[in-house]
């Protein structure tokens, strides 16, 4: 149980263009989803945290007019990188908090590449 | 600002051994504490979750070790496998948002 599953695994985009990047957690329902960013070598980071049916929380220094989040239902969550640049290249991570529970639970990670 | 820190950036083990895997933390507000195991390309892995309230948990082959006193979380990986290959993160949180802080990562390498 508490499977997370990200879509795409894998994208590469021009620069300019828009991505969108969905999260959905297919066993149970996320009263909260997380976004997180994670250079090589590096940790998580955390971009935004995505209660259903409220608008995003971002972290500081993260554009929200960049970084569009939409928790749409309690199953599924995007995330939209738009007018996407070079340096916005790196491995985007979802996490869902199942409804009464402390843990999150994670995606297996879509990994963006902007030429 | 209040982090969660690891002691050792690479950790290098010999198949059969013990590993132990050790983080420090800075925020006494924390009361849940968990270790994550990342594979290469993939998205962190539950392992293992301890509360402040406790001292000692374990599960199948990895125990973690809670020390309130000195702030330090240790993960203990029993027998280790190669397939334990692994970077290993500790990350705290405080219960009111449900937000993680996460540690900066140990890289265990398992030796044939």
């Known amino acids: 149980g508490a499977v997370v599953s990200q879509h795409p695994s894998w994208v590469i985009c021009k620069s300019g263009t828009s991505v969108k990047i969905e999260c959905r957690s297919l066993?149970?329902?996320?009263?909260?989803m997380f976004w997180y960013r994670q250079f090589p070598k590096k940790s998580l980071m955390l971009m935004a945290t995505s209660n259903e049916g409220s608008k995003a929380t971002y972290e500081q220094g993260v554009e929200k007019d960049k970084f569009l989040i939409n928790h749409a239902s309690l199953t599924l969550s995007t995330l939209t990188v738009t007018s996407a640049h070079p340096e916005d290249s790196s491995f985007y991570i979802c996490s869902a908090r199942p409804r009464g529970y402390d843990e999150q639970y994670f995606g297996p990670g879509t990994r963006l590449t902007v030429t | 600002g209040e982090s969660v820190g690891l002691h050792l950036p690479t950790l290098s083990v010999q198949e059969g051994d013990n590993s132990i895997i050790n983080c420090a933390y800075s925020n006494s507000a924390s009361d849940y504490f968990i270790w994550y195991k990342q594979e290469s390309g993939k998205g962190p892995q539950f392992i293992i979750d301890?509360?402040?309230n406790m001292d000692k948990r374990q599960g199948q082959r990895v125990t973690v070790l809670l020390n309130k006193t000195v702030k330090h979380l240790s993960l203990q990986i029993a027998a280790t496998q190669p397939g334990d290959s692994a970077v290993y993160f500790c990350?705290?949180?405080?219960?009111?948002?449900?937000?993680?802080?996460w540690g900066a990562g140990t890289k265990l390498i398992i030796k044939p």
């Open positions: 301890i509360r402040s």
């Open positions: 066993d149970f329902q996320a009263t909260t």
């Open positions: 990350a705290e949180g405080d219960g009111s948002n449900y937000q993680l802080i």
